[in-house]
């Protein structure tokens, strides 16, 4: 059984930081590409950032230079490091695992963790 848990989600006042874990299970993990998406209240989801197998990284606009993705696949988790959080960063924050093997794609989403940014 496939599983995919978020952590690390809560209230952080504006220019905090958090640390947000993905931790995947029943999968190769290493051969999966990662994303994390957010949800804002009332709005939405959107992509925040992606790891690729080989560690190739990229950044929705919005988070550049704030956000780091990474992943240890020694245990199965990626993390997302958020810095200088802002009010407009208070969402559901979700990981997604994804691989394509032709014909099939294995696509598999996480519970979700809240996001507070509030003083």
């Known amino acids: 059984q496939v599983q995919l848990v978020e952590s690390g989600g809560g209230l952080v006042q504006p220019g905090g930081s958090l640390r947000l874990s993905c931790a995947a299970s029943?999968?190769?993990?290493?051969?999966?590409?990662i994303r994390w998406y957010r949800q804002p209240p009332g709005k939405e989801r959107e992509w925040v950032a992606f790891?690729?197998?080989?560690?190739?990284?990229n950044y929705a606009d919005s988070v550049k230079g704030r956000f780091t993705i990474s992943r240890d696949n020694t245990k199965n988790t990626v993390y997302l490091q958020m810095n200088s959080l802002k009010p407009e960063d208070t969402a559901v924050y979700f990981c997604?695992?994804?691989?394509?093997?032709?014909?099939?794609?294995?696509?598999?989403w996480g519970q979700g963790t809240q996001v507070t940014v509030s003083s």
């Open positions: 790891i690729t197998d080989s560690g190739n990284t």
């Open positions: 997604n695992a994804r691989s394509i093997m032709l014909p099939k794609v294995y696509d598999y």
């Open positions: 029943g999968i190769t993990f290493s051969t999966y590409v």
